[in-house]
C-alpha cells in the first residue's frame, strides 16, 4: 500500500511544457538558431539541461551558463501559458482526503518553487518541499536521498511520480516505485522504454493507484 508520494513538479503537476518552448524558441531566434516545436522538444529534452542545450547548438562552452539559466528562467516565469494540469488540484485533494502523505522533489530553485506552489494555493497539501539551490537543473538526486531520510517511511510504501527518464533514475536510487505521466516534458514513447508504469494524464492515476499498488 502506498502511504507517501513524491511529486515532481514541472511537466507533472504543473503544465509549463509550452512555456518551456517559448522561452527555448526565443533564445534560440536571438541567437541566430532553429526554433523547435513540442514534439522535437519532448524527444530531446534531457538532464542535465546543459546537456539538452548544446543539443539545440547553444554554444555552452563559451556562453555564460548562469547568464544562459537566468535568461531562460526570465522568460519562462513571464509567460502566460503556464498552469496546473487540469486534474492536479482535484487529485491533490482527493490524494490528501485518503491519508497519503504528499511532497515534492524537484530540480527547480528553491524559492521559485515555494512561490509557484503558493500562488496555485496548494503549498497545503505538502509536507515537504524540496527543491534545489541554483537555477541550472543538474539533477535532484541528492536533494531526494535528503527528503527520502525526512519522511522516515518503509520504501515499499512511496511512490514517485514524474515525468521525465530522470525521475526514473532518482526512484531507482532511492529503491521505490514509479509511475510516469506522458504530457509533460519527454514523449510517451521514451517513458514506455523504461517499462515503468506510463500513463497518459494524471486524470488516470485514482484508477492506476487502486490497479497496481
Not at 502523505?101 to 528553491?110: F, G, H, R, W
Request: aromatic residues 8%; charged residues 20%; contains cysteine.
Amino acid at each position: 500500500m502506498i502511504r507517501q508520494i513524491i511529486w515532481d513538479w514541472n511537466g507533472t503537476l504543473l503544465d509549463d511544457t509550452q512555456a518551456c518552448v517559448n522561452a527555448i524558441n526565443t533564445m534560440l531566434e536571438r541567437r541566430g538558431l532553429s526554433r523547435i516545436d513540442i514534439a522535437t522538444y519532448r524527444a530531446i529534452f534531457s538532464f542535465p539541461v546543459i546537456d539538452f542545450y548544446r543539443h539545440l547548438r547553444f554554444d555552452v562552452d563559451h556562453e555564460n551558463w548562469d547568464a544562459l539559466s537566468h535568461e531562460f528562467h526570465a522568460l519562462f516565469l513571464a509567460d502566460p501559458t503556464i498552469r496546473l494540469h487540469l486534474d492536479a488540484p482535484n487529485l491533490l485533494n482527493s490524494v490528501d482526503g485518503q491519508g497519503i502523505v504528499q511532497s515534492i522533489l524537484s530540480a527547480s530553485e528553491q524559492l521559485i518553487l515555494e512561490a509557484m506552489l503558493t500562488q496555485y494555493d496548494i503549498r497545503r497539501y505538502f509536507t515537504h518541499v524540496c527543491g534545489v539551490d541554483n537555477l541550472h537543473g543538474r539533477s535532484k538526486l541528492k536533494t531526494g536521498h535528503q527528503l527520502i531520510e525526512q519522511i522516515a517511511c518503509p520504501r515499499t510504501e512511496v511512490l514517485l511520480i514524474g515525468d521525465t527518464l530522470h525521475d526514473v533514475e532518482v526512484a531507482e536510487a532511492l529503491g521505490v516505485a514509479c509511475v510516469l505521466i506522458a504530457q509533460g516534458h519527454q514523449s510517451q514513447r521514451r517513458l514506455a522504454a523504461t517499462g515503468r508504469l506510463v500513463l497518459n494524464t494524471l486524470a488516470e492515476l485514482p484508477l492506476a493507484l487502486s490497479a497496481h499498488f
